[in-house]
C-alpha cells in the first residue's frame, strides 16, 4: 500500500516507545487524551511535523517560531517558552534512545472544556501539548519512483474563510482532497486556489521545473512550509533559477519535471499529473540535485 510521499518503513520499536503528554512520558498505547479536549472536540489546536536527524532536529527554530505565530493567532498561550518546550522534545528522544530516522508529531490544543461548545472561554484548562516520536523511515523508493498526483476539486481557501497558512488540527479540507485522489488512483491530491491557479498538495507542497526554471505557487494559499522555503533559499544560493509565481495547471502537464516538499520526505519526485507523464516519467537531474542540496543542508543544521 503506497501513502505518498509519507510512505514509511514500519519499525516494531514503536509499540513501545514513549509518548510525552504535558511533560508525562507515556507508552504509546497509554498516551491517550480526555475526551473533552479541544483538539477531539473541535480540532482546535496546531501542530508541528519534525524530524530528528544526528540526534538534533533539523531547522528547530523554524518549526517553533510557525507555532508560536499559530499559537499567537488561535489566542492560545502554551504556558511555556520556546527553550522549554525544546527541552522537553529532547528529553523525550533521550528517553526513547532516539538519534536518527525520527519523526515528531508535536501538536498543541487549546485544553480541556467543561462542555461540548466552541467557545473558548468554556477551556478549563492548560494547553494540551503532546510531543509524539516515532523510528519512521521513508520509504527510500519514494526519493525515486515518484508520485501520481490527481487534481482534486477541493480548493484551497481564502485566509478570510480559514487561514490556509494556518498549521491547525482542522485539516478536513486537505482529507477530503486525499480522498478524491486516493480514489482516482492517485497518491496525493493537486489543489487549487480560489482563482484557478495551482496551490499545493494536500500533504505537501509542489514544484515543477521548465527550462531550467523552478517554479512554486506564490505561497498564498498554502502553508508557510519549512521545507519549501529552504528549497527556494537553496535555489537562490546555487544559482538557480527559483519564481514564487502563479501558474496554471496546463503548464504543470507540460513541465520537465515536478517534485514535492515536506518535512518527512524531503523532495519526492512526481512522475504524473491526471494521468500526463511529466518529462519521462522519471526523476529529473535538477529534482536529484536539490535533493542532494537540501540533504546537505539538513546535516549542516544537525551539525551545528
Known sequence: MSFGSHAYVADARNDTVLFNVNGELKIRADAVVNVF???FMLGD?????????NGRVAFMQDHLDRLWEGAKALDIDLGLSQDDLRQRIYDTLTANKMTEDVHIRLMVTRGLRSTPYQDPRVVVSEPTIVIAPEFKKPDPKTAERGLALYTVAVRRGRADVQDPGLNSHSKINCITACIQAIKAGADEGLMLDPQGFVATCNSTHF??????????SSGDYCLDGITRGKIVDLCKANDIPVFEKNFRLMQCYSADESFTTGTFAG????????GRTIGDGKRGPLTKRLQALYLAHIHADTAA
Not at 267 to 274: E, G, N, Q, R
Open 267 to 274: 523532495l519526492a519526485p512526481v512522475k504524473s499529473i491526471d
Open 37 to 39: 479536549d479541544s483538539g
Open 207 to 216: 514544484f515543477i521545473v521548465r527550462k531550467g526554471e523552478v517554479w512554486t
Open 45 to 53: 489546536g496546531i501542530w508541528e511535523g519534525l524530524r530528528v536527524h
